[in-house]
């Protein structure tokens, strides 16, 4: 992995942002469907990128050999994993203690 910028290395951060040879274009082709979708004036917004949104989750949980309907997307780390301790069964945690990893995402 490279730390230089512009070599087109790939690098990964802790937060999982990536390189890779043509992703200038691959983005900027995505933002403009997106803004293209996004600010049309026939208030189909949500009939377009819904449906990309389910793709995406798809995509993710055959990479990751989840079974259908098993996976779907969250703001963030900390929001997944309160929405699963939520969905709990009551009283499963009473008296328990749930351990984060210390240098862990702070918000949890």
Partial sequence: MSTKTGT???????????????????????????????????????????????????????????PQGTVTTTESVTTGLMAVIGALPEGTLRGKKVLVAEDGFPSL
């Fill in 8 to 66: 087109g290395d790939a690098y990964l951060l802790y937060h999982s942002i990536g390189q890779y040879p043509g992703k200038h274009a691959d983005m900027l082709a995505g933002l403009t469907d997106f803004t293209d979708a996004w600010a049309a004036p026939n208030g189909d917004q949500w009939a377009d990128v819904l449906p990309k949104r389910q793709q995406f989750i798809d995509l993710w949980a055959e990479l990751i050999g989840a």
